[in-house]
């Protein structure tokens, strides 16, 4: 037994010499790749293009596209449209990054149709610098996996491959549902999505959003903009789907009353966002005294729900007075209203024009059948007249009757003509003012600023635990580079600090004070690596969480990466990524000198390594995510080890022992400056905690420490 022993303390000094070695052989690669011609011929590299690396437990990569930082030729109009075809490098969908989110639009109109509510709103989030990805209700069967064509800054429309299908009539089968997928796939790919809110706007696009968030972990917010079982075209599958989606969405927004107690008896999760204005665009139409004889108006969908014969009526009840319909008539009976002489069906007409044709109108009019359709109708148009100051009549619809001080009630034909006559001699440069008014207080701007925060609550909640001791620079850095580059908009980051005296904890406090997801935590003493953990662990809330060493430095998707892994594999339990310096095979090359170069390099990386994935036997802890019920399964890090080293090869081995896989993905990327707190230790010191952790970890676990290996090895 004594020469066992010994024979083992050699193998332990002769990895220890090995692992200094590479430590060294690690410093001496990081100066050449820093030197002027390493710069030169790593350029050349990224223009010649790499071969694709082989390998991994998942071998679907895409062809590694070029440096982005690289330079690619700018569209030469706003509705240029960039074809991405396999095999070729992707034209880039630029924009402001940071750490806002992305938005994937599935609507219920084309963007180019009529210009409401699904266009005002993902308006506004590009306004505020999300990424807006407007799918088309066209799709394509052959060529690139989706075409992309840029509508306005930062929202593109985009087209998927797959099976052509009619998106009111037809319901959505698996292989469709995967034919899509697997084109927005692409544009993750291409275009580095990473946390992406999917906005549905129709039924038939639930199995294609329930297989995002499966996949990828994206929210799925339904708004529900219609009681869509009012549309006489819509068949009882697609009511049934409607029914599937409500239950599975994490978000229903309605903008009406109506529509909120219909869609709570599916989902508790409901938010009433009302229609609005764009305010400045109809305001522009200027006032004027009515015209002799007057201009009745009307404009939008003039359909099945449109009272044909109610403005009919009225048309013959005065007929001297001028009736302009402005809008599409289908789906509607004009037969009598198109033998009238003084009414006038000018057809749909651009969002652009529309107040020049409301500025032709002396009073407008909303003459809807009352059903449970139009009943559930918030109308955007109310808003929009207010903002171009001009007297309305309507019919009584639930959603108008708390403003009647700004519109007038008619239900026939001699009550609107009343109403409409009481009106026009009331409207006055005061009552135009009160309108515009009212109207400025009820904006698109203003709407978006009600919906974003449950939107970025949606996502999954996200629990970041990061200890210090000392080292406040490095920490500085790693919280920087969290707060400002994760776009994963849910998640609260717990700092516990280990009794640190170089000014630590004042720091904490007054980033703190300043940014209300961070939660600060200060031992008067250093508790360890373990106990530290396991105190923000107990308060955590969220569904992952994620341990994370304050000398790490992160790139924009790295969260959202763990997370998209986590939620796709029920069989992961604890998932590392791969990093520049680690005692293990998460360890890679990289090509940066300079932190500020390691985004753009990372960005490259894991979009050519894209869904590869390896099992590892430790997911060393200085960046590691799991799921909340792995981490109820597991139980907390193992106190005994101290101030640190092994509760991480003991964490993985209790993984593995639940039933679970330790995972190392190659497609998340964290900097890592390594050792920061055990290089404060001296030598001897370090060597003392380490032989005193091992022999507590061999005889927990009845069975000698297997070294950790490198890739190379």
Known sequence: MADWETKYQQLVEQYGERQREVEKLHQLLKEITSSRWFRLASFYWRLVGPKKASGGSNPHIPAAPPDPSAGM??????????????????APVKGERGERFDVLCLPIIDWDFRFQRPQQLASQFAKRGHRVFYL????????????????TQLVWEVSLKGPKRNVYQDMMDDETAYAYFEAVDALRREHGLGATAVIVQLPFWWPLARLLHQRFGWPVIYDCMDYHAGFSTNRPEMLQQEDELLA???????PSKFLQDHTQKHNPRVLVVPNACDFEHFAKVPHRPPANPPTIGYYGAIADWFDSDLVADLAELRPQWRFLLVGSTFTADTTRLSRLPNVELVGEKPYGEIPSWVA?????????????????????KFFEIMAAGKPLVSVPLPELAPYNDFVSFAENPEEFARQIENALRANGPELV????????QHTWEKRFEMLIPHVAAAFPKVSIVVVTYNNLDLTRQCLESVLTRT?????????????????TPDYLWELASKDSRLRVICNPENRGFAAANNQALRLAEGEFLVLLNNDTVVPRGWLSGLVRHLSAHPDFGLVGPVTNWIGNEAQISVGYKRPEDMPRWAQDYVRRHDGEFFDIPVAALFCAAMRRDTFLRVGELDE?????????????????EAGLRVVCVEDVFVHHHGKAAFKQMENAQY???????????????????????????
Not at 73 to 90: F, G, K, S, T
Not at 136 to 151: C, I, N, R, V, Y
């Open 687 to 713: 060597q003392e905690l380490f032989e005193r952790n091992r022999k507590l970890f061999e005889a927990k676990w009845g069975k000698p420490w297997v070294p950790h290996r490198y890739r190379s090895q």
């Open 360 to 380: 032709q109108m002396d009073c407008l009019i909303i003459p809807f059948k009352r059903t449970p359709l139009t009943d559930a109708t918030n109308p955007v």
């Open 136 to 151: 088309s209700q066209k799709f394509h069967t052959l060529g690139a996996p989706f075409t992309a064509s840029e509508k």
């Open 487 to 503: 776009e994963w908009p849910n998640y609260e980051l717990f700092v516990v600090d280990n009794g640190s005296t170089d000014g």
């Open 248 to 254: 599975g969405c994490d978000l229903v927004v309605v």
């Open 433 to 440: 003012s009160v309108r515009r008014a009212f109207a400025q």
């Open 640 to 656: 005994r080890f101290g101030a640190g080293m092994f509760e991480d090869d003991d964490y993985a081995i209790r993984v593995r």
């Open 73 to 90: 030729p700018e569209a030469e109009n706003a509705n240029q449209v960039a074809a991405l075809v396999p095999q070729q490098a992707p």
